[in-house]
C-alpha cells in the first residue's frame, strides 16, 4: 500500500506557471509508473502525463503537450508535473496515481491514488 499526497495547486492566471508535487509514502518509489490525471466540474477524469519507472520515458495527453512537463526524483520520492502557458481549461483537480506497471493512459490502470489538488486557471 502506498499513499500519495500531493501539493502545489492553487489560482493563477492564464499563461502563469504552477509546478505540482506527488510525495509517496513507500521506499519501493522506483518501482512505480506515476501519472498525473484532471477532474473538471461535471466532467470525468481525464489522463493527464505518465512516467516510467527511471524516469527515461514520459507520455502526454495532446492538450498538454509541449506545455506540461513531468519528472520524477526517485530519492525524495516525488513526482513532479510542470505546468506552462497554463490555460482556462486546465482549470480542474489534479490527481496523482501510481501503479507498478505502465503506461496506461486509463483511470483503472492505477491502483494508487493521491486526494489530489485543485488549479484554477482565470483567464
Known amino acids: 500500500q502506498v499513499q500519495l499526497v500531493e501539493s502545489g495547486g492553487g489560482l493563477v492566471q492564464a499563461g502563469d506557471s504552477l509546478r505540482l508535487s506527488c510525495v509517496a509514502s513507500?521506499?519501493?518509489?522506483?518501482?512505480?509508473?506515476m501519472a498525473w490525471f484532471r477532474q473538471a466540474p461535471g466532467k470525468e477524469r481525464e489522463f493527464v502525463s505518465t512516467?516510467?519507472?527511471?524516469?527515461?520515458?514520459?507520455y502526454y495527453a495532446d492538450s498538454v503537450k509541449g506545455r506540461f512537463t513531468i519528472a520524477r526524483d526517485n530519492a525524495k520520492r516525488t513526482s513532479y508535473l510542470q505546468m506552462n502557458s497554463l490555460k482556462s481549461e486546465d482549470t480542474a483537480r489534479y490527481y496523482c496515481?501510481?501503479?507498478?506497471?505502465?503506461?496506461?493512459?486509463?483511470?483503472?490502470?492505477?491502483?494508487?491514488w493521491g486526494q489530489g489538488t485543485q488549479v484554477t486557471v482565470s483567464s
Open positions: 496515481a501510481a501503479d507498478y506497471s505502465g503506461p496506461s493512459y486509463a483511470s483503472p490502470g492505477y491502483r494508487y
Open positions: 512516467i516510467s519507472w527511471s524516469g527515461d520515458r514520459t
Open positions: 513507500q521506499r519501493t518509489f522506483s518501482s512505480y509508473y
